[in-house]
Nanobody, 124 residues
Framework: QVQLLESGGGLMQAGGSLRLSCAAS????????MGWIRQAPGKEREFVAA????????YYADSVKGRFTVSRDNAKNTVDLHMNSLKPEDTAIYYC?????????????????WGHGTQVTVSS
């Protein structure tokens, strides 16, 4: 079992930056691929970014590539999402997720564990 708690959301103007953090409970954090998924009002959930267990490989949606950076600290059981050059279309609830393995963007949407989400709102 893994419990995830997100923090760091808020309101930001377009072009600004935010950092989301996810704290995980449990001793097996390093056994999971970690990542972020978002859902905007009226839209389906969208993969944002993921990082493999060791932190050596990262993956991004095309819509955030070059602007967002995902990282993890296995010693602290945390995973962060640094978001730069924010756009109004980044407005969504951002969920931290843990999967037993990373096998692709679509598959990560079926991650086994999810946090409750944190709201990110970007104004134009």
């Amino acid at each position: 079992q893994v419990q995830l708690l997100e923090s760091g959301g808020g309101l930001m103007q377009a072009g600004g930056s935010l950092r989301l953090s996810c704290a995980a409970s449990g001793r097996t954090f390093s056994s999971y691929a970690m990542g972020w998924i978002r859902q905007a009002p009226g839209k389906e959930r969208e993969f944002v970014a993921a990082v493999r267990r060791s932190g050596s490989d990262t993956y991004y949606a095309d819509s955030v590539k070059g602007r967002f950076t995902v990282s993890r600290d296995n010693a602290k059981n945390t995973v962060d999402l640094h978001m730069n050059s924010l756009k109004p279309e980044d407005t969504a609830i951002y969920y931290c997720a843990a999967a037993s393995s990373y096998t692709g963007l679509t598959a990560f949407l079926r991650a086994e564990y999810w946090g409750h989400g944190t709201q990110v709102t970007v104004s134009s």
